[in-house]
């Protein structure tokens, strides 16, 4: 989702299955084509999964498809949200651009 403001935009984005994981692809794609520099994505796992030092896949390709529209991924921030009794890793990610 994309929301323009006078002089600047905000994107929103959220990770995770189906069409909002292709939603945000698509958002980087558009962002590149429009010329933005920098590319913000937040995406979400459940805790569950990333327990214990285990791998997050579904992360890592949101992240191989961000960078696959001429992106690279500069920083990353975490934060952990609860939903109820599910708890969230909510990653912020910066993107620039590879050009």
Known sequence: MLERRKGASLMVLFGGSGSGRHQIIEDA????AEGRRVFV?????????????KSLPEIAGLIEGIEAHGWHLDQMATSVMSGG????????CLFRRTE
């Open 29 to 32: 794609g558009q962002a590149h």
């Open 85 to 92: 009794f599910n708890f969230y890793d909510n990653i912020t």
């Open 41 to 53: 994505a937040r995406l979400s796992a459940s805790t569950d999964k990333a327990g214990h030092g």
